[in-house]
């Protein structure tokens, strides 16, 4: 009887220690969400995204990074590589497992900032999924054209975002995946940007913006697409 104790005794201690050490997974969980950060920002190289006081490194301009956050309400501030002067201040709620996109630029020489809620699409459909923003410092409004078709009204006559019009065509639409051409006209039908030979990928969502300056050739107008993580 003895041996046998001693035999089962390790087995007995491994079990209470693995027992306590998911006690404690369990208990020290911690609720976290995703941010994308995209500087569409023409009016200087770099920004720097704040988060309660957090730095991150400096973001440069048409270039986006992806952070973790603590769930709960967060002040987010952002200021320039070249200047101490805060652009943009302001607060929002972060949920568990929730990705976000925060977009920053700038129109008629005024910052602008939103947030999206990144989510995915309840469709059993194989195609890629995208969205529109106008993020550039344009006049008048915009639409985009995939493979010159102009796609349902979610992409025509967008003027210059704010908060608003982010939230209500943050959600993603389907779009046949393969490798199209893209065209943004202004309200004439002028063609002020183009993008040939994007590869939108099955089962991949994205983000289509137009971003930029009108006449301005250190910052010409521009289609970029945001490859996006969605919950």
């Not at 129109?107 to 529109?132: N, Y």
């Not at 995946?177 to 040939?196: C, F, Q, R, Y």
């Not at 590869?199 to 006449?215: F, N, P, V, W």
């Amino acid at each position: 009887m003895k041996s046998r104790y001693i035999i089962f005794l390790p087995v007995l201690l491994f079990g209470s220690l693995f027992s306590s050490c998911m006690n404690y997974y369990e208990y020290t969980s911690v609720p976290i969400a995703g941010l994308t950060m995209v500087n569409g920002y023409s009016e200087d190289q770099s920004i720097i995204y704040y988060i309660n006081e957090r730095a991150f490194v400096p973001l440069s301009y048409k270039n986006i990074s992806l952070v973790s956050l603590l769930t709960g309400k967060r002040n987010l501030l952002i200021r320039r590589i070249d200047s101490p002067e805060t652009i943009i201040d302001t607060t929002f709620s972060i949920e568990d497992n929730t990705f976000y996109t925060s977009f920053t630029f700038a129109s008629t020489g005024k910052p602008i900032h939103f947030i999206t809620v990144d989510r995915t699409v309840e469709t059993l459909s194989d195609s890629a999924k995208v969205r529109f923003f106008n993020i550039a410092a344009v006049t008048g409004k915009v639409s985009l054209q995939i493979e010159n078709r102009t796609s349902r009204h979610f992409f025509r006559n967008r003027a210059v975002e704010n908060q608003v019009s982010a939230t209500a065509n943050q959600n993603f639409v389907l779009q046949n995946s393969g490798t199209v051409n893209l065209s943004i006209k202004d309200e004439i039908g002028n063609i002020i940007a183009s993008k040939e030979s994007v590869r939108l990928d099955t089962a991949q969502y994205y983000s289509i913006i137009l971003l930029g300056k009108e006449g301005d050739p250190f910052t010409p107008l521009q289609i970029d697409v945001i490859e996006q993580v969605v919950y």
